[in-house]
């Protein structure tokens, strides 16, 4: 006897299709985890519903998953600009460094800057800085072909190494515990907070950024241009689209948005540079985007939803459960999705065979 | 003597369409046998079944004297039939020798004796003079030198009957040359050679005997000693020769619009593709341009579109110098293009139709104002295109990429149109297209004549050019070899002219 298992292409691919393949793919990551819990002895109910409470129990759970999101949202935004075009855009982190680190250096040193205008200030040098990191991983593609890949993955590295230089050296706090990170920003540099919780006004901005980027992409020619770019590259020369300038621009725009994430970190929650400020939330963005399908609002959903995931990892230690579950969650929601996407268009058929049909099938 | 293979009666059918219908091949072991055909006349097909990728609906295989059943490449390579693929099957990182020995390797050979390896390869090699070095690595070698190592690849593995998938169409006149003096050493050894071609010329040259198909169908087998180019012209043609019949009406404000002087491109691999082009198109006209494919016409498409930057010569529109002006401008200065690869460069298959509409005039001020894309407007030149050429879909909403050929080649034709242009360069506008469609796409294509657009039309189907063009020019290696005014079209003439003989008639030529 033998088994076949082959995946046939569905003929019509229905709505349903496309929102339960996300939603059972994360639904097996959940169950997937379960049974490692389980594996080492934790109860996985206990171990959800801690998660859950944590993340969304009651009011100011639910607000600290939003400071959580925030960030994330800014970054997911930017890295998806650069997934649209094609482009990898695997640097989130070193852009938000960037962002951060411009951030802090105004907010901390550039105090002659008229008051109402150094919030504006920093979110304007986190852009270019953060944008800055991105062009410069692109510049060898532009010119030679490089694979950006590698060249934004590895100018993680500089930037966070960027970071340690000054946390570790000329911006950091003597006044407290001699830990590696800045002084805390001044009042004039955070931004102002909302209904008495840590939530912030950049999640507005954040909003507002979202809608304003899904309007881009589908009202604006150069959105527009992106799109056909990152679908068809030969279709976009034939169109008479130069790629090379859109590259730039688009890592810009990525770039720049990921370093205003590291800004409102800084300004916000966060309230001061430290050593590993972006703390693998650019990556986090990365598995968002790709999430997401580079569609910023769905983007919106989901940043909420890996929010509450570390959010909700705070209160594992209340059960005695490693908060590094979290990550593998994180990891496994991912691995799942993309699977799951290969189910979209395609259906499993299996065919049973016994001997007999085998051999005559041989003949 | 018995022959070391037969095909007889294959009948493979897919969706819509009998790629091989009721074919029979039968070759004897010792002779070189072209097999010949046009584009889709079902030469792959038939290939892809020996080599059991497919296996047939009807008929049989019968090798070396007994029936067998190919259900996959491995069966195939364990009875001896080794095809060497015109994309080759080589890892470029490895070397000669690796490649060879991962097509042969034994399963349980976990240690590799590389002196041993190199030693049988050299062996080998010398014994059919084919030059190969083992150590050397796949991206060092030249594309003939890539060849050799495919064919010793099949010796390796015992081939008895080796398969050649266009083999000369990446080589050299003087590589052709010697990779047939090779296969004529092999043919000696009573190993049996089969060749894939469209091109009549090698035909001639290399074979012993020849099998033509056409629209799926085995047309004839002969000796290539007992016939001539022009018969298998009409054999792969499936037409009478006939003169060009009726009379079209001349359009009365004819005017040079596109001159092309001595140009000069190369092609993707670095080597020249055009060799001083010259041609001249006139408003009002369609220029059919015949042609073995790959003799260049995708770089003088390319070039006149812009894609691609020439290394010499100069292109006039309307006596304006526009060589190696941006695709854009080109674009904007009123020459449409319709792209061979349609899916691949035409459209953008997973967007949907209004995208499309507007993939080469995303910045013009119908559709486009303040870099704000005007829905309304683009939606509207959507459902006009949709109705004035029939453009059936399932929604203009969905991926374009779900419609037909037929209908994508119209939505692609209808919005290379629109704007009236000057130029149209249409490169195989019904290259599988079904026959409806083909007479609208050829409607629109007489109109936009009428109306006085200069057309190229690109084209290997020589009854479609003559049935469309006011001239026919031929192209062979680059060159533009002839021009023909249509009242002197004959397939014989152009067949001739196509494998790069010149005209020896000096009618027709520039004169419109």
Known sequence: MSIKIRLVKREQVKLYHKILSPVISIVIAFVFIAIILRAMGYNPATAYQFLFKGAFGNAYNFSETLVQATPLLFAGLGVAVALSMATMNI????????????????????????????????????????????VIAVLPKAIWGVDETITTLMLNYVALLWIDY??????????????????????????????????????????????????????????????????????????????????????????????????????????????????????????IARLSKNNPLIIVLVSVLFGALIQGSYNLQLAHIPQQMCDMLQGAILFCALAGELFINNTLTIRVQNKESLVKEAR | MTPSLEMRHITKRFPGV????????????????????????????????????????????????????????????????????QHFKLIETMTVAENIYLAVGKRCDYVLN?????????????????????????????????????????????????????????LTPQETDKLFENLRAMAKEGKTILFITHKLFEVMEYSDRITVLRQGKSVNTLLTKDTTQDELVKMMVGRKVEKMPGNRPVFADKKPVLVLKNIQALNDKGLPALKNFDMTLYSGEILGLAGVAGNGQKELTDVIAGLRKTVGGEMLLEGEDVTNVSASRIRRSGIAYVPEDRMGTGLV??????????????????????????????????????????????????????????????????????????????????????IGATEEIHKVLLNERNRGAAILLVSEDLEELQEMSDRVGVISEGRMVDVIGWKDFTYEGIGFLMTGGKNERQTGGETA
């Open chain 2, 114 to 170: 590389r002196r041993k390896m190199e030693r049988q390869i050299l062996e080998y090699s010398r014994s059919y003079n084919l030059e190969v070095r083992p150590d050397a690595k796949i991206y060092e070698l030249s594309v003939g030198e890539q060849q050799r190592v495919e064919i010793v690849k099949q010796l390796f593995r015992n081939a008895n009957l080796l398969v050649l998938d266009e083999p000369t169409a990446v």
């Open chain 1, 91 to 134: 640097g989130a982190e070193g852009q938000f460094c960037f962002g951060a680190w411009a951030a802090t250096g105004v907010g901390l040193y550039c105090q002659w800057i008229p008051q109402p205008l150094i919030i504006p200030t920093m979110i304007v040098v986190g852009f270019l800085a953060g944008g800055a990191w991105g």
């Open chain 2, 18 to 85: 009998t790629a091989n219908d009721d074919v029979s091949l039968t070759l004897y072991p010792g002779e070189i046998h072209a097999l010949l055909g046009e584009n889709g006349a079902g030469k792959s097909t038939l290939m892809n079944i020996l080599n059991g990728i497919y296996s047939p609906d009807e008929g049989e295989i019968i090798y070396n004297g007994e029936l067998i059943k190919i259900n996959n490449p491995a069966k195939a390579v364990s009875y001896g039939i080794g095809m060497v693929h």
């Open chain 2, 349 to 434: 298959g997973t967007m949907n139709m209004p995208d499309n509409v507007i993939l080469r005039r995303f910045d013009s001020d119908a559709y486009c104002s303040k870099g704000i894309l005007k829905d309304k407007e683009i939606r509207r030149a959507t459902e006009e295109m949709v109705e004035h050429f029939d453009i059936k879909n399932a929604g203009t909403g969905k991926p374009v990429a779900l419609m037909s050929g037929g209908n994508l080649q119209k939505l692609l034709l209808a919005r290379e149109v629109s704007g009236q242009p000057k130029v149209i360069i249409a490169a195989y506008p019904v290259h599988g297209v079904d």
């Open chain 1, 166 to 287: 000054f946390v570790f050296g000329p911006w950091r706090d003597t006044s407290s515990a001699n830990l590696p990170r800045s002084q805390v920003l001044p009042n004039t540099a955070r931004l102002t907070t909302i209904f008495g919780t840590r939530v912030d006004v950049s999640i507005f901005l954040a909003l507002i950024l979202a809608v304003a980027l899904y309007i881009f992409f589908k009202k604006t020619s150069a959105g527009y241009q992106i799109r056909v770019i990152g679908q068809n590259t030969k279709a976009a020369k034939y169109a008479g689209m130069d790629i090379r300038k859109k590259m730039l621009l688009v890592m810009l725009l990525s770039g720049g948005l990921a370093g205003v994430a590291g800004v409102v970190y800084v300004s916000g929650a966060g309230s001061r540079l430290v050593t590993g400020v972006s703390a693998g939330k650019g990556y986090t963005a990365l598995i």
